[in-house]
């Protein structure tokens, strides 16, 4: 989803603000279902892939509407998943790809989505950390 900003470059002020307008643009967002799987991976990260996309990419957008210094890098197309394991330097996929191959075959899985957290988060070394400040309900 889009970043705002790290938690050391906002005010407590900026994130209440940006809050109320996730509130807002998020008001008439309905819940969805959506599928997990199967893992996929890129030279920097290992992923589930999810789908339908079209319901992420509007709450994506509602969500960067809410962010009105937006910082998003649009360089870089948002690409809906769910990050499981992120590289700290390129790895070659001939290492990566048969320790995960198995669980390619995993099923799918449904997950419904009825709210939005949205986080401040940190590095703390080499691993993010986020904490909770909202959550915004969807439609049920």
């Known amino acids: 989803m889009p ?25 008439s967002s309905k819940s969805f279902t959506l599928k997990a799987g199967p893992l996929a991976g890129s030279p920097g990260a290992v992923r ?40 700290n330097s390129r790895q070659t996929p001939d290492l990566l790809i048969p320790k995960v191959q198995a669980l390619r075959e995993l099923p799918t899985v449904e997950l419904y989505t009825a709210s939005v957290d949205l986080v401040l988060l940190r590095r703390e070394g080499r691993t993010y950390r986020w904490s909770t400040c909202a959550t915004v309900p969807l439609l049920v």
């Open 3 to 27: 970043k705002l900003a790290w938690e050391d470059e906002i005010s407590p002020a900026e994130v209440q603000a940006v809050i109320r307008r996730a509130t807002q643009h998020c008001a």
């Open 48 to 87: 589930f892939s999810v789908t339908p996309w079209d319901p992420v990419l509007d709450l994506y957008q509602r969500l960067r509407l809410a962010n009105l210094a937006d910082r998003t890098d649009d360089s870089v197309p948002f690409r809906p998943h769910i990050g499981v394991a992120y590289c």
